[in-house]
Nanobody
Framework: QVQFVESGGGLVQPGGSLKLSCAASGFTLDSYAIGWFRQAPGKEREGVSC????????YYTDSVKGRFTVSRDKSKNTVYLQMNNLKPVDTAIYYC?????????????????????WGQGTQVTVSS
């Protein structure tokens, strides 16, 4: 069974940075576009970023554009989310998932949240 493992979260002050990692046990991420999602307290899970299977195409929601950068290292079977200039509104649990379609189509479909299994996520708290 595929298990997604997110890590790298923590408590950071506004304006700070964190780098999240996404790995998968028993599964190769190479062939898949990967989406990053987050769920803030009392809110629905939402997509924030996507990276293509090649790593050459990336997408970001307007709320994180210019602050977050997604990348992948196929040699490590890992996808990263570098988050800079963090704001209190970025406080959430962050998750990663493979997508069943390309990033461009996923964004055109409204950044929908996939069904299926999820990892435990990693908590990001931005507070002074």
């Amino acid at each position: 069974q595929v298990q997604f493992v997110e890590s790298g979260g923590g408590l950071v002050q506004p304006g700070g940075s964190l780098k999240l990692s996404c790995a998968a046990s028993g599964f190769t991420l190479d062939s898949y576009a990967i989406g990053w999602f987050r769920q803030a307290p009392g809110k629905e899970r939402e997509g924030v970023s996507c990276i293509s299977s090649s790593g050459g195409i990336t997408y970001y929601t307007d709320s994180v554009k210019g602050r977050f950068t997604v990348s992948r290292d196929k040699s490590k079977n890992t996808v990263y989310l570098q988050m800079n200039n963090l704001k209190p509104v970025d406080t959430a649990i962050y998750y990663c998932r493979t997508l069943t379609t390309r990033c461009i189509i996923w964004t055109q479909l409204g950044w929908n949240v996939p069904f299926g299994s999820w990892g435990q996520g990693t908590q990001v708290t931005v507070s002074s």
